[in-house]
């Protein structure tokens, strides 16, 4: 058992049925997305349109976020409940790195890996 699925287990939120293979297939699909336009293919079939609302909405937090915005600002400025401008920012300073290694390839800077 992989370290993320004992935390998923340990804090309730996986199902007694969860198969952490089915999250890793998910992964090796995704790497063999070819194109944007793909990826917008693919996650229209697997997500619906609330879902893929939700991770924008959470993709541009953290970008503001990364500016250095307020919370007050990021809400007013997106409607985002603070709710889960909280989140991301927890996600931010205590996460497993993802948002800031994109952020950072985004900017061109070197991630680390």
Request: proline share 3%.
């Amino acid at each position: 058992m992989s370290e993320r699925e004992a935390v998923r287990i340990q804090s309730g939120k996986a199902p007694d049925h969860w198969d952490e293979r089915y999250l890793t297939e998910l992964y090796e699909a995704l790497r063999s997305v070819k194109s944007i336009d793909e990826f917008s293919r693919f996650f229209e079939d697997l997500c619906t349109p609330a879902e893929l609302r939700s991770m924008a909405d959470r993709w541009r937090v953290a970008k503001l976020l990364d500016q250095g915005l307020s919370y007050r600002v990021i809400n007013e400025k997106t409607g985002v409940s603070t709710a889960t401008i909280t989140r991301v920012a927890r996600s931010l300073t205590y996460g497993t790195g993802g948002y800031r290694m994109v952020l950072q390839r985004q900017q061109g800077e070197p991630s680390e890996q």
